[in-house]
DNA sequence: CTTTATTCCTATCGGATTAATAGGAATTAA
DNA sequence: TTAATTCCTATTAATCCGATAGGAATAAAG
């Protein structure tokens, strides 16, 4: 039996590690993806989808070809986390309705104000997202 | 495209959604799956297997045959939330290496110390089970 | 003692998602 | 011209979610 079912996707994690990896550097030269990925753990060609999906979501910045790769487009403490994990884990509620960003009622619900559920997992995403909006990348590197 | 992937499941929601029916009652008296799935917009067969969870977790109690049903067995201000999220979703933690309950090494984190993501989550999982912990089936109920 | 209404239990299923892999096109430096 | 890289699209195996099916066991009511 697999216990962690609704995890935080490797996605998202390997996600954080790369730019965490580049923050490390301090620099803006360019990285290769097979830098990264070795150093990391990560499968090359998984982190190179991750890594896609950042530069299109303007997280990174990339040079092609010989000598390419990625680097951050700006400095650390001004990357916040909220709206990396909304880019590569989705929205940060736990349910639709209670999400600022992927808002939807539910089927089920007739009546959010009155919704237990709703409610409490309110509370649960303000908490977190306290987390993500107070952290930069800079905030959570370690040496 | 479903957005939320990751979110809070169906079980957990209509495991809570019962739970709340169930406080409200106020009573002990068993209550029948039909009459808390049909008040809360839940699929009969569905919700029979998460109250069947529920029971054999010891929040529930139950009464066969005839006039049977399912009822609570300790005052809803005495159950917290955290065992039944536990039980009904799994583990609290967005990750294995920071999960009180459930902890599994990364494989391909090498130091737990040092690692962005091993830490960020500590703080994530501390926010919400500190709500999850001090929040009970009584608190959470709104008329 | 038969009927009826319920919980209990196990098994199964379609669809969706995840984490990756494959293969090559485009780009750039040497 | 060659080599090394990013870019892009498609595919896949495994897994999980949410539900459904069918009947066994149990207990009340007549």
Do not use: W
């Not at 730019?19 to 990391?40: C, D, F, M, R």
């Not at 487009?73 to 309705?97: N, T, W």
């Amino acid at each position: 039996m697999v216990i962690f079912e609704n995890m935080l996707s490797k996605k998202t994690k390997y996600g954080l590690k790369a730019l965490a990896y580049l923050a490390k550097q301090g620099s803006n030269h360019p990285v290769q993806i097979s830098v990264i990925s070795e150093s990391e753990n990560i499968s090359r060609k998984f982190l190179e989808s991750i890594l896609l999906t950042l530069r299109k979501n303007g997280f990174l910045g990339s040079k092609k070809g010989k000598t390419g790769g990625y680097y951050l487009l700006k400095d650390p403490k001004d990357i916040k986390l909220a709206p990396i994990m909304r880019i590569l884990e989705g929205p940060i509620a736990m349910v639709p309705c209670v999400s600022l960003n992927f808002y939807e009622k539910c089927d089920d619900c007739p009546d959010e104000t009155t919704c237990s559920v709703h409610n409490l997992m309110l509370e649960v995403r303000d908490s977190t997202l306290q987390i993500f909006n107070n952290k930069s990348l800079a905030d959570i590197l370690k040496d």
